[in-house]
């Protein structure tokens, strides 16, 4: 468990609690174990009882605790406090736009026990007359609600794949099944999934129900499995090319209206879409130009213990060489991110001192220093020029006020991005896939504005990210744009998050040759060296 995970777990209990009308000292007491465990630099379920008695705001109870998280995967006071609150409100703390007062107070005062009740008494406006809401936070809450429930029974397409990669070599082991794959929006690389579905051709004389039987996966009908508490659809084919052309977008895709099954067909699986299949019909060759895991030399935009990752920069910077990478960026937070334990200059500026002494111990391996900047409310960056001119590159991005219109939006974006100090800016629309839309901004401009400034549009791989939208990246290439497949590590794990941005990128067909980092060492010095 990462100390994020682990956090996240005290602020479930802390919520569940106040629902609960607990004693409000033991709330703080777990909301302040959630802030300080979240900004330690180790991984808790790690230390020793000892270690952890040392920590400034753990006590005895919150080791405890720690202490059955790590034994048992989980906190008996939780479980208990979720039993005394009704599910659809252990479901509305999960509802970006309302907090957990406001969660107790519609509870207790509309009767309202779920997101869907409450979407129903937002548009019936029984919210405007209650205490702290009005007319507009209610406008807010239903768009919330409408956008949380419409992706509800959806996974992140990097959960899906890590689920079909331990259940496939089941199967593939078993000497009954032929062949099995990915079909529907997996093998489509769709960035939600809202079905994991499986191909398989079966051996002669070989049924899926034995398969099954023999695998001791639980089935209802012998089409759906349950697999790690998620429901997988098995379709059974006679043949691999039947197989394949199940690999197509849905009957009522636009695609259907120019383009027959053959033609589909004749491309991978990711790019069968309208807008990709456009470009290929003009570009045959440009399927082998598109970028591959392969092709990536080094990770752009990483966090350590500086800010709020969960490794030290020696850490991240020994992970990134095992993964065979020519080089690192590390680019912590800010310090209007207070939050996220930002970096006030002085702090900046130790870090650069720490970077250049591994770096001195290299030769092969190159660390690049970087930060995040925050971008401002008036589009400006967080730090002084003077600051900002010890950086070998700066990544600009959004990260408060996010409730901004397109004009406001695009114009904060392009402030940023004219600023001769911005490299790359990051995750364009500040979205979090299955959890929050990101602000409306005049795409066209802002690439416009990258293009013309030489920065660098980032594609922010994190799976909840996977930010700029690849729809994105045909008006990108066509502009001549570069893009950087980032991973926006705060772990050493996610820097396999790069394969996922990778995969998003593939949909378009975007070429290897417009990634930042796929230029080796030396090209990617002079491609990011400011005049």
């Known amino acids: 468990m990462t100390n994020k995970e682990v956090a996240n777990q005290f602020k479930l209990l802390s919520d569940l609690m106040e629902l609960s009308g607990e004693n409000p000292f033991k709330i703080r007491s777990y909301q302040s174990a959630y802030r300080v465990i979240r900004a330690q630099p180790q991984p ?38 979720q039993d005394k609150v009704p599910e659809g409100i252990v479901e509305l703390l999960s509802v ?29 406006n029984r919210l405007v007359d209650l205490s702290g809401f009005g007319a507009k936070t209610q406008e807010k809450l239903i768009d919330q609600l409408e956008y949380y429930m419409a992706h509800a029974d959806k996974i992140l397409f990097a959960k899906a794949d890590q689920i079909v990669k331990r259940l496939l070599p089941l199967f593939q082991a078993h000497s009954g099944c032929h062949e099995i794959m990915c079909v529907g929006e997996m093998a489509r690389q769709n960035q939600i999934i809202s079905s994991i579905e499986l191909g398989i051709v079966l051996q002669q004389e070989c049924s899926l129900a034995e398969i099954l039987k023999n695998l001791k996966l639980d089935s209802q009908n012998h089409e759906e499995i349950v697999f790690e508490d998620y429901t997988i659809t098995l379709k059974v084919f006679d043949s691999l090319s039947a197989l394949d052309k199940s690999i197509v977008p849905p009957p009522d895709d636009d695609i259907w209206a120019e383009h027959d099954i053959d033609t589909i067909l004749a491309i991978p699986a990711p790019m069968r879409e309208l807008q990709t299949l456009h470009y290929l019909n003009n570009n045959p060759d440009a399927i082998e130009k598109t970028i591959q895991n392969t092709d990536i030399k080094g990770a752009v935009h990483n966090h350590t213990t500086y800010s709020d990752g969960s490794h030290s920069l020696e850490d991240m910077v020994g992970q990134a060489q095992a993964n065979g990478y020519e080089y690192l960026v590390i680019s912590d937070h800010s310090q209007a991110a207070f939050y996220a334990n930002g970096l006030k200059p002085d702090r900046l500026l130790e870090q650069g001192e720490a970077i250049d002494a591994i770096n001195a111990t290299n030769d092969t391996f190159k660390i690049f220093k970087s930060v995040e900047s925050d971008i401002l409310n008036d589009g400006s960056l967080d730090y002084s020029n003077e600051i900002l001119d ?12 996010l409730n901004m219109d397109e004009s406001k939006a695009t114009a904060r974006l392009i402030k940023a ?26 795409y066209r401009k802002v690439i416009d504005a990258c293009i013309a400034n030489d920065v660098i549009i980032e594609l922010n791989a994190n799976p909840q990210r996977l930010d700029i939208d690849w729809k994105w990246l045909h008006y990108i290439r066509e502009k001549g744009g570069f893009i950087s497949i980032n991973p926006d590590a705060h772990h050493k794990a996610h820097y396999t998050y790069m394969e996922y941005g990778v995969k998003v990128a593939q949909k378009a067909a975007f070429p290897s040759s417009l990634v930042l980092n796929t230029l080796p060492l030396t090209l990617f010095e002079e491609k990011i060296r400011r005049s």
Do not use: M
């Open 44 to 81: 808790v379920i790690e230390l020793k009882e000892d270690e952890l008695s040392a920590i400034k705001g753990i006590g005895k109870s919150v080791i405890s605790k720690i202490e059955e998280l790590k034994l048992q995967g989980y906190i008996n006071n939780v479980l208990k406090y």
């Open 390 to 401: 010890t950086l070998d590159l700066v990544i600009a991005s959004i990260h408060s006020n």
């Open 96 to 124: 970006k736009g309302i907090g957990v007062k406001k969660i107790k107070q519609v509870w207790e005062e509309l009767d309202v026990a779920s997101p869907g009740e409450l979407l129903y008494a937002c548009k019936e």
């Open 417 to 442: 991005v004219e600023n001769p100090y911005t490299t790359i800016l990051g995750h364009p629309t500040g979205r979090l896939l299955l959890s929050r839309k990101g602000y409306p901004i005049d």
